[in-house]
């Protein structure tokens, strides 16, 4: 079957860095993105992980370690605009289509 | 430029009804996808078009039927409307629909059925 994890709900501090851990079993893999998606909005793109290690963008990095089924979400120096739900989803349907997870609910505090 | 637009923003319909939603991708992308949204869920795929051909469908009901046309924009139809059909309709674009294409999302199409 299809399955990705990823907590349901997280709360940090503003400034801080936060860890956004997703898990995944899929039948196909060709890559990992991330997504940020404020309430009411759509998604939007934050990275692309197809092969293990480390993608750093600004104050956002996404690991990947394909052995593991695993990947991360790091955010660093939080702001308060970064409370959001952040999606994980796995390029790997049977129709090559996204996977995506329940998404984690990042509240930010001051 | 412009992103992906959907329309329209918001719609409410009644149990049997049939809807029609909207969507036109980013200038140059060819490949459009409908993904549904249920409250406090991760979008679900529905279907996948490349170059005006059905390329993927996901596992929704007959109800639901989609095409591209010759300009790339896209229409999302879905029949016989239950309750359960209400959710927020995502259409994304991409430039070659590929695992490494990311996909741009529009706004959304928020359907509510009553």
């Known amino acids: 079957g299809q399955n990705i994890d990823q907590p349901t709900e997280m709360t940090a501090t503003e400034g801080a860095i936060v860890q956004i851990n997703c898990t995944y079993q899929?039948?196909?893999?060709?890559?990992l993105f991330w997504y940020q998606q404020h309430a009411g909005e759509a998604p939007t793109f934050l990275s692309y992980?197809?092969?293990?290690g480390l993608e750093e963008k600004g104050r956002f990095s996404s690991f990947l370690s394909r052995s593991k089924g695993y990947s991360y979400l790091l955010l660093k120096e939080l702001q308060m605009k970064d409370s959001a739900s952040y999606l994980c989803a796995v390029h790997g349907g049977s129709q090559g289509n996204l996977i995506f997870g329940k998404g984690t609910k990042l509240s930010v505090k001051p | 430029d412009a992103g992906v637009t959907q329309s329209p923003t918001h719609l409410i319909k009644t149990r049997g009804q049939h809807v029609t939603l909207r969507c036109s991708p980013i200038?140059?992308?060819?490949?459009v996808s409908w993904y549904q949204q249920v409250l406090g869920q991760g979008p679900q795929f529905i279907f996948q078009y490349y170059e005006k051909e059905e390329r993927g469908r996901g596992n929704f009901p007959d109800r639901f039927s989609a095409r591209q046309f010759p300009n790339y924009s896209s229409e999302l139809n879905v029949n016989a409307l239950l309750l359960g059909d209400s959710a927020l309709y995502l259409c994304?674009?991409?430039?070659?629909?590929?695992?490494?294409?990311?996909?741009?999302f529009g706004n959304g199409t928020r359907l509510t059925v009553t």
């Open positions: 994304a674009s991409s430039s070659t629909g590929g695992s490494y294409s990311p996909l741009h």
């Open positions: 992980n197809v092969l293990d």
């Open positions: 200038s140059g992308h060819k490949s």
């Open positions: 899929t039948s196909g893999f060709n890559g």
